[in-house]
Nanobody, 119 residues
Framework: QVQLVESGGGLVQAGGSLRLSCAAS????????MGWYRQAPGKQRELVAT???????NYADSVKGRFTISRDNAKNTVYLQMNSLKPEDTAVYYC?????????????WGQGTQVTVSS
């Protein structure tokens, strides 16, 4: 069974940085797209960034220029480098992996990690 384990969340002052990691473990698999989502209190979960297996990235407008998503395919790990953090970035962040089973994509989610940016 595939499990995604997140780390790197915490409390940081506005203008600071955090680096989130999410690693998949379990049986043999191949990961297609990876992504990060976040959910703030009272809001729906929103897309933060995605990255394809080939390295193509996509970002929400609110984080462009501040966040960078990357992946290490050998380690089955996705990262989110967050710089110039703002209080508006406060949310629970979730990683998401697309892992095909017999060629059919299936989504897997991390447990969520709290990011709190103080002002």
């Amino acid at each position: 069974q595939v499990q995604l384990v997140e780390s790197g969340g915490g409390l940081v002052q506005a203008g600071g940085s955090l680096r989130l990691s999410c690693a998949a473990s379990g049986s043999r698999f191949s990961i297609n797209a990876m992504g990060w989502y976040r959910q703030a209190p009272g809001k729906q979960r929103e897309l933060v960034a995605t990255i394809t297996k080939g390295g193509t990235t996509n970002y929400a407008d609110s984080v462009k220029g501040r966040f960078t998503i990357s992946r290490d395919n050998a380690k089955n790990t996705v990262y989110l480098q967050m710089n110039s953090l703002k209080p508006e970035d406060t949310a629970v962040y979730y990683c998401n992996f697309d892992i095909p089973t017999w060629g059919i994509p299936r989504d897997y989610w991390g447990q969520g990690t709290q990011v709190t940016v103080s002002s």
